[in-house]
């Protein structure tokens, strides 16, 4: 039986949308929930972003509650950065109790790219332990080996990056989270479907869900940035160039253009098992890719 | 080796402030090796002491200088009592270590630390110190290509590289290599990247609980050979 909506919607063998909302630094989460209101009938669930980019914001737990709160579903971003073992176990713990059952398993971005960053980089797990960690916690004891009262039952996601320039120490890795007890994976951005035909000629072999990550560009400068700034993110100079061939103030557009091309693609060669799109800011245009893309779709 | 940077004059000159009577202690090992407390840095420290002293016009220090072999082991120690009769103050030109090995020996007079302990290294090139071992107490570099993750990879993670990696530098700093690109490259060179594919648990970071210790067991293995 399906832990999840979300997991439900995996195992369904249809289409899945996902999407992510990043909350804000501020106590006032009146944006993040326009967002939620806005996509959560339109997508199959929404990713709550964890001090992305390493800055610090509202909690990915809080925005997952929110996302409870306006009826969607949520998918709990955990990274490694900031917790050590006791502080992740008993979020998941919170997490489960209040029937926030996805989790995305990420090991963060380094501390050196954020807004604090002075602080103590924790990463006292990787991503595969992590993964591994929640499924013990399945089994009803935690990482010392005690027991739990009760114990929580999880749909396990993780990450992996199809677009790095030296692939080969990403798959191993992949192998692993596969192996830990992923059920789907997320990818990094991807601009490239042949990256992505290229990973799915390999990952077919695993029983695993992917899905296409794909970044909604905003303008050619925006892109620049990415490639320099963000960890993880490589965007061909064709698309950069795509980007700048457009008027100013067009880049939005263009953007959602290359996403919706993108989605279509791998819908209609079926790719991959879906997509998570990610607007970066720009949540409020998702609802225009979905419908561009003609993919809208309820959640279950 | 233990690598260490030497404060700044402005620092030292504040930490000196309150003691007329300084002795400026230099580490004849690792410090010297990389250039932060040894007999020379001593010497030259000690004219730039003396000189800010000159400049700023209201000096009230004396400075004495001497350098000890090894400041972490007692056994180097004992002609410290001698140098610090008319002393005030002893400025440690050793790692964090020294300073607290003379704090313990001499007891009665305070040490300061003129060095900032960075970490355990080698000599890369002349001037150039890399950082090699976090002496996590669990060695695992037969795992990995004798190149330490928990080291050398930003986060220390064990199981490969994370998302950040580009162009086979670390997401952190692109001028420094990626240690999982490095590990991946060298066991492919080894044959050996089944290494990379097992996993490998989280670490225990009670390998030696802190404060750590480690007792000899020499006696035990002589006892072993004897028995």
Redesign the interface.
């Known amino acids: 039986m399906a832990n999840s909506l979300f997991e439900e919607k995996l195992n369904s063998g249809e289409f899945i949308v996902t999407t992510e909302v990043g909350p804000p630094k501020s106590v006032d989460v009146s944006e993040v929930v326009h967002h939620i209101k806005l996509l959560k009938d339109k997508v199959d669930a929404i990713n709550i972003t964890d001090h992305q980019s390493s800055v610090m914001r509202f909690p990915s737990i809080g925005g997952c509650l929110l996302v409870k709160e306006l009826g969607g579903e949520p998918i709990l971003q955990m990274t490694c950065r900031d917790r050590n073992r006791l502080a992740l176990q008993a979020e998941l713990l919170l997490a489960y109790s209040r029937d926030i059952k996805n989790v995305l398993c990420l090991t963060g971005d380094s501390v050196d790219v954020g807004d604090h960053k002075e602080a103590k980089p924790v990463f006292d797990l990787d991503s595969v332990q992590l993964i591994k960690m929640i499924r013990t916690l399945e089994s009803g004891t935690d990482m010392g080996g005690n027991e739990l009262g009760a114990a929580p039952k999880f749909c396990i996601g993780a990450t992996v990056h199809p677009e790095a320039d030296f692939i080969e120490p990403q798959l191993i890795k992949f192998d692993k989270k596969v192996n830990a007890g992923a059920q789907f994976l997320q990818t990094q951005g991807i601009f490239e479907l042949a990256s992505l035909r290229r990973f799915m000629q390999y990952a077919s072999q695993f029983n695993i869900k992917i899905l296409a990550g794909l970044i909604v560009l905003s303008s050619a400068g925006m892109a620049r940035y990415m490639n320099n700034n963000v960890p993880g993110i490589i965007i061909s100079q064709a698309i950069i160039d795509e980007m700048a061939s457009v008027e100013k103030g067009k880049g939005l557009q263009k953007g959602i253009e290359i996403a919706t091309r993108m989605i279509k693609t791998i819908k209609e060669e079926n790719l991959c098992h879906g997509v998570h799109i990610m607007a970066v800011g720009n949540e409020s245009i998702v609802p225009d890719i979905l419908e561009a893309a003609e993919l809208v779709s309820t959640p279950g | 080796m233990i690598v260490a940077e030497q404060k700044s004059l402005e620092e030292i000159r504040r930490m000196i402030a309150p003691y007329p009577r300084v002795l400026i202690l230099g580490c004849g090992t690792c410090m010297t090796v990389c250039n932060a407390g040894g007999e020379s840095e001593v010497s030259f420290l000690h004219n730039s002491l003396r000189l800010a002293e000159v400049r700023s016009g209201d000096g009230i220090h004396t400075f004495t200088e001497h350098t000890v072999k090894r400041q972490c082991d007692p056994e180097f120690l004992e002609t410290l009592s001698e140098k610090t009769i008319d002393v005030d103050v002893i400025l440690s030109l050793g790692c964090g270590i020294g300073v607290q090995a003379i704090a313990e020996y001499l007891g009665d007079i305070p040490v300061l630390p003129g060095v900032n302990t960075s970490f355990m290294g080698m000599t890369k090139e002349s001037g150039v110190w890399d950082e090699r071992c976090a002496a996590c107490g669990e060695c695992r570099l037969e795992d990995t290509g004798g190149i330490c993750p928990i080291t050398r990879c930003?986060?220390?993670?064990?199981?490969?590289?994370?998302?950040?990696?580009?162009?086979?530098k670390?997401?952190?700093?692109k001028d420094v290599d990626c240690a999982?690109?490095l590990i991946?490259k060298r066991l492919e060179r080894l044959q050996q990247?089944d290494k990379?594919?097992r996993?490998?648990?989280?670490?225990n970071?009670r390998a030696i609980p802190r404060p750590r210790r480690i007792l000899s067991k020499v006696e035990i293995a002589t006892g072993e050979s004897d028995g």
């Not at chain 2, 930003?154 to 086979?168: D, M, V, Y």
């Open positions: 930003t986060k220390g993670i064990l199981n490969g590289p994370c998302a950040g990696t580009k162009n086979g670390c997401e952190a700093n999982w690109i991946y990247l990379m594919r996993y490998y648990s989280p670490r970071f």
